[in-house]
């Protein structure tokens, strides 16, 4: 595998805001430092590909709102490897444009998509897996999604099911997909950790760039002609301008159930590396290291007494004493405070408007 060849698209246009009050639709959560450790979410999807692709081989795709805060971020990234959406389409779009975009300028690239708001804790493991994943699709027209090993019957992820009664020929630890799921019911996520052949859909995919445009062009015809016709204009000064036109005619439509969901060339990489999405504080408290009582706190100056199961995000230097809560969030950012039970963070949307 030439690593020349590798390339890494971020996607990094969702809204993300859950995370409020530190994260708003106007600065969401892929640009916070949600884990208190120094580097944004987004620039830690950039650290864990160091050494697997270039750097002049990375593109993020993002919302014009958004771009500068990317380049802010990501200064080492060319300002043309950031692509502008002049409205959000949902992923098969965004992945359609880079991927056009890419395969004008190397028709042998062979990518990986991630978004740019998930955490993955065993950094290690995950260049081994994406390293070996990358190897697969070099030489395949195979699309390759990474399913994660669960460890809870989780309701907030999609399911992948895998036929693992035999592996791959060119990669023992790739298989084929069986069918995909949507987000279970508890009984139905209890009876899938009962199993060992399902597994959490990361949206992390892997594929060549040929197989993925040769995908959309039989699955997606319309979305695929629109990038198709662009083709002369990729790398110009009128690309922005026709993206500006041409991208709201696409629908809106994800790379599930664009592409997966309808493709059999279907493959997935289980692999088990501390990942997660992300997406409640829930998940940010089991992910974030907590005291003697399941406290997670992420600040320098917090103290607590006679709490236990919260999670404490206070990150501007303020001293913060918590006495007496039992599972609560607590979140501080610029002249708002939340403090919200966290069986009830559902409702911190209706808080936030």
């Known amino acids: 595998m030439n690593v020349n060849n590798n390339y890494l698209v971020i996607m990094a246009g969702g809204v993300g805001s859950r995370f409020w009050p530190m994260s708003t639709p106007d600065y969401p959560k892929q640009f916070i430092d949600v884990l ?73 690239a062979n990518m990986v998509v991630t978004p740019s708001d998930h955490i993955v804790m065993n950094v290690k493991e995950f260049q081994r897996v994406i390293n070996s994943a990358m190897k697969f699709t070099d030489t395949s027209d195979a699309i390759l999604t990474l399913g994660m090993t669960p460890n809870r019957p989780e309701t907030g992820y999609g399911y992948i099911e895998a036929d693992l009664s035999f592996a791959s020929t060119n990669n023992k630890e790739v298989y084929r997909v069986d069918s995909f799921k949507e987000k279970p019911d508890l009984a139905t996520a209890e009876r899938y950790l009962k199993k060992n052949s399902f597994f959490w859909n990361s949206g992390i995919f892997v594929w060549n760039v040929n197989t993925i445009v040769n995908a959309l062009r039989v699955y997606q015809p319309a979305i695929s002609k629109i990038f198709e016709r662009m083709l002369p204009h990729y790398y110009t000064e009128k690309e922005q301008e026709l993206i500006n036109e041409q991208f709201p005619l696409c629908e809106s439509i994800s790379i599930d159930y664009a592409i997966m969901e309808k493709a059999d060339e279907i493959f997935v990489f289980p692999a088990s590396f501390g990942w997660s999405d992300l997406g409640t504080w829930g998940s940010l408290h089991a992910n974030s290291p907590r005291d003697a009582q399941n406290n997670a706190l992420i600040g320098e100056n917090i103290h607590m007494y006679e709490s236990r ?10 001293k913060v004493v918590i006495q007496g809560l039992d599972g609560y969030i607590v979140a501080e950012k610029d002249n708002t405070l939340l403090v919200c039970r966290l069986s009830e963070e559902q409702r911190i949307k209706e808080f936030s408007e």
């Open 36 to 108: 208190g450790c120094g580097r944004t979410l987004i620039q830690l999807t950039m650290d864990r590909f160091e050494g697997i692709c270039p750097p002049e081989n990375v593109w993020v795709v993002t919302s014009e709102k958004y771009a500068d805060e990317v380049k802010r971020q990501l200064p080492e990234l060319a300002d043309d490897h950031i692509l502008r959406e002049p409205c959000r389409r949902n992923t098969a779009p965004c992945i359609a444009y880079v991927s056009w975009k890419i395969k004008a300028r190397n028709p042998r």
């Open 309 to 318: 199961n919260c999670v404490v995000h206070t990150a501007q230097e303020k």
